[in-house]
């Protein structure tokens, strides 16, 4: 049997992520298991950036994974199963849910929560992965420094519980992890493309050359993703070597 994953709740605390990966540093915590805050008061995003989150309005939490059987090049088949469990999850309460390459979650040109995955690799697989997950619930307003945030409060006009939200994805996660350990990625992967932000036509994006018009030509299993311009050309990118612009 299955050990049964824990909750750890704490009032306050700088980052999930980081609390979480210190935690597993000095004991065995079955796989599932989350820390959650309802103030998490030095939240971290990716690639070093911050996250924003006003006490008690948000989610802010963190899930340790053992996904050893994945090998560390298929890193990203990984993060589109947890984008995938939470737009399928968010959608019980928000439509429609996209997801931005390569993991972020949208309503429709803003962000709505944000994922850090950090994982660790042990030869060539994925010893351990403790995955970070931000949802703006019921914050209203958001500081300069996130221009396009949005909440679930600012689209339906109402007032979120926590709990309920937080069981959804929690329950979503480990079902859509459990087919991806199955090795069913088919519902993973044509999920993670209907979910897709931008899936379809000609946008802007600017890479270290400027601006161009293109459309998005394919994800590669690698995450890479190939943008084919108006000439045909394609170009490949990996995170942050180029940016959607509005
Ligand atoms: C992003 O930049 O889009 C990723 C944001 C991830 C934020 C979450 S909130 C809970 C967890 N703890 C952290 O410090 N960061 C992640």
Known sequence: MEPIPEII?????????????????QRNLAECSVVITHNQTRGRG?????????PGKNLTFSIVFYPDIIPASHQFIFSKTISVALAVALEEFITPIDIKWP??????????GGILIENSLEGNSISQSVVGIGINVNQTSFSAIVPNGISMKMISGKEWNLQTIFQK??????????????????TIEEQY??????????????????????????????????????????????????????
Do not use: M
Request: with cysteine.
């Open 46 to 54: 990716q690639i070093g950036n911050s996250w924003e989150s006003e």
């Open 103 to 112: 993991n972020d979650l949208y309503y429709q040109h803003q962000k709505l």
């Open 193 to 246: 493309l209907s979910h897709l932000y931008r899936k379809s036509g000609y946008f802007k994006y600017r890479d270290k050359n400027g601006e161009f018009l293109a459309t998005i030509s394919t994800i590669e299993p690698s995450g890479h993703l190939c943008l084919k311009r108006p000439d045909q050309t394609i170009s490949k990118y990996a995170f942050k070597e180029v940016e959607f612009i509005l």
């Open 169 to 186: 994805l929690h329950e979503s996660l480990i079902k859509f992890y459990q087919e991806l350990i199955e090795g069913n990625t088919t």
């Open 9 to 25: 709740q704490l009032k306050s605390i700088p980052s999930t992520n980081s609390y979480l990966k210190e935690l597993l540093k």
